[in-house]
DNA sequence: TCCCCTGTTGAACTTTTGTTCTAATAACAG
DNA sequence: CTGTTATTAGAACAAAAGTTCAACAGGGGA
């Protein structure tokens, strides 16, 4: 139920942020908008932001918060390097955790790292994960763990083998069953001290082209 | 070669942000950063802005643009509905494309839409797609278009067949290769009037869990 | 018609806030 | 040690920007 004028401005607030990155002033409004005042301005404020629209600091310059663009948090996440068959997975322990100096990030929304905590990514390098949907060249999201419930999908490091894989995890009567993805493919055993759990795998993803 | 005021006002301009959606003000940084005077700010400010970490709009209250966080640029995409083999994709057509009211939507940085146009999302219902090392429950990123490339991966619609599936698309003499992403699976041929293009494959994202 | 409500004006007022200046101090190279 | 540069201090100033106010216009409804 809100006037022209007051979609007007909210509309005019959502440009200015996109383009400015600080949010504009009263007198940035009456121009943007063609309003003849300021306290016009301020009246429709306080209306917009009675309904919801908007938040104001008090006596703040350029305090206004847009509430619908607002609570949109991105992650940086590191992308720590790659995983590949025959090759460690160079995760970073609990103590290395906060000097990651990784030359890669990506900019995720909260929307996949879904609030965990110590998330990095994994450059998917050969095909050796196909057979768990996961093709050369995507990324692998991981959360930084080692230990994992059963039928959770984890980055291990088989040590007899000396080869990292992803697989669902199953815990046995005395070993531990991976399990591909795919229902065609056999499982590996293995015992519980010669697997060494990197992550868990919280998203995929791959661009195309 | 920042010195270490620098770095701790770097570090707190990126707080205030996490937290307030609008930039501080010197004296807000005086304050958060224990610095004695606004001069001293504004000197640091100006070296910051010489180095490229910043942008200062002069006279500008909360004129602080931070180089870093921001350009990540964010897009509201609409997630369409669903793709499963024998049901058609609501894909909008050009015209229509505009008043998408769609329930829900997804926010992607643009590292994965990259800056494309009419970008959509879709759900993938069923495991029709496994050959394209697609999951039941993953989220197919799509390019408006109804032309394509050999080899892109594209959603298309088989008139004939009533069904929707992703394949690879290569244009033969006078017919249609439909190539699955899996080797071991056979193409499927169609005349070109049979087959129609919903969209082109940007990206597929899937959550675990 | 006369109120009451919503919205508008224009200006004035008060804070907030960027900027500037001078002097003092620290850091540093020769 | 000495001149030079980088940094800090504190204050003061001026512009920017939020807020307030009294008066006014229009539009219903009683």
Request: charged share 30%.
């Amino acid at each position: 139920m809100l006037s022209q004028k007051q979609e007007r401005i909210l509309d005019f607030l959502r440009r200015f942020l996109d383009d400015k990155d600080y949010p504009p002033t009263v007198r940035d409004i009456v121009r943007g908008c063609g309003i003849s005042s300021t306290s016009v301005v301020d009246y429709n404020l306080n209306i917009l932001e009675r309904k919801g629209h908007i938040r104001r600091g008090r006596d703040i310059s350029r305090g206004i918060e847009l509430m619908d663009r607002n609570r949109r948090r991105l992650v940086r996440v590191p992308v720590i390097g790659r995983i590949a068959a025959g090759e460690p997975i160079p995760v970073p322990s609990a103590e290395t955790w906060n000097n990651v100096a990784s030359a890669e990030t990506l900019d995720l929304t909260e929307g996949l790292t879904r609030g965990k905590g110590e998330v990095y990514a994994l450059w998917v390098k050969g095909t050796s994960m196909v057979d768990a949907l996961i093709n050369d060249g995507d990324i692998v999201l991981m959360e930084y763990t080692n230990t994992a419930e059963n039928g959770e999908l984890i980055a291990v490091w088989l040590k007899g083998k000396r080869e990292a894989t992803l697989k669902r995890f199953y815990r046995e009567r005395d070993r531990i069953r991976l399990q591909p993805a795919n229902i065609e493919m056999k499982p590996v055993y293995a015992e519980p001290e010669n697997v060494e759990i990197q992550g868990k795998v919280i998203a995929v993803i791959r661009k195309l082209e």
